[in-house]
């Protein structure tokens, strides 16, 4: 785009239409920058997953605060957020910071993918030793052949909707590298008769 806009003059409105193209461009190499530095992170945290204690924090304020940073977006489209938990803590043992962006992933993945004016659940609980993530929306369902594939990296199963959403199929591979660095598991079910539950399991910290 700005090498096309210096083959030749052009008008003050075609040269702020090129530079505003060349800022969206600039936008989304950043984003796809900071994805795969999360996931490199991810990766580096899964191999020295031993090598040190990890703060004990409630998985409860991580799914707060990512839940207050995708609201604006979730506003915009309509659809609203619900989060259930149980009133006592559910510890586990990691970095605040990673659990926030797990949770921001499955969240924004969900609105994205959701219906309209849609709500989109979020439920924490404890399940005997483990501690339990559920993000459910109620769009189109996963597709089964799509399952197996859907937290690969770059892996975009309904490409029409990913360019809608301009995503780069990292947000679930990135989920699930912070997810498995800490000992957990995720995984995906297509909901009957539509939508999405997309679920976390962490080991319990007493």
Known sequence: TLQSLLQEPRSSEAYCSGISDALSDLARLEILLHSML???RADQQGENSGAAQRSRI????????AIARLSPLAASRGATISFNAPSEPLHVRAEPEDLEIVWA???ENAIRHGRP???IQ???DRRN???TVAVLDNGNGIPPADIPRMFDRFYRGDQSRSRESGGYGLGLAIAKA???GY?????ATSLAPRGTRIGVELPFSD
């Open 58 to 65: 409630d998985v409860v304020g991580t799914c707060e605060a």
């Open 178 to 180: 912070f997810v498995e």
């Open 105 to 107: 992933n499955l969240i």
């Open 129 to 131: 030793c483990s501690v």
């Open 122 to 124: 979020v439920i924490a």
């Open 38 to 40: 999360r996931l490199a």
């Open 183 to 187: 000992g957990g598991s995720i995984s």
């Open 117 to 119: 004016d849609s709500e």
